[in-house]
């Protein structure tokens, strides 16, 4: 992985075109996505968060399911897979707060503790 410092100073700026859109989609904390989400460049909303690939490939895992409601991994039409290669939301705004070493409240529930480091996140980007 790249210099703190480094990420830092590249992150920031792409962080600082975020609008409404890409902020709530960082703070899904549900979901898995393609690693070309987070990579694919930013010029339009919805078309992917530009973030660099080096950043992003840290966060790339093989995900299993556990066969129980909550931790079974599902298409959109509801077929569960064994196992995902993907970066899992949460992983991903959970390594931008922290390299950027903001500050956030713990809350039980995975799209409640998204939505705060995604809120936290995005008053730092807002006064940096």
């Not at 898995?32 to 919805?46: A, I, N, S, V």
């Not at 409601?69 to 705004?93: E, F, Q, R």
């Amino acid at each position: 992985m790249m210099n703190k410092d480094k990420l830092r100073k590249q992150i920031l700026p792409i962080l600082k075109q975020y609008g409404d859109n890409e902020w709530n989609d960082l703070g899904n904390g549900h979901e898995f996505f393609k690693p070309t989400l987070y990579t694919k460049p930013l010029p339009k909303p919805d078309d992917g968060f530009g973030l660099p690939e080096e950043f992003v490939n840290q966060f790339v895992k093989e995900h299993k399911s556990d066969g129980s409601w909550k931790g079974s991994i599902t298409t959109t039409d509801g077929k569960i897979l064994a196992t995902l290669t993907s970066v899992y939301s949460l992983d991903l705004i959970k390594g931008l707060v922290d390299l950027f070493d903001v500050k956030y409240e713990f809350y039980f529930g995975r799209g409640t503790s998204a939505r705060e480091m995604s809120r936290k996140l995005k008053a730092y980007v807002d006064t940096h």
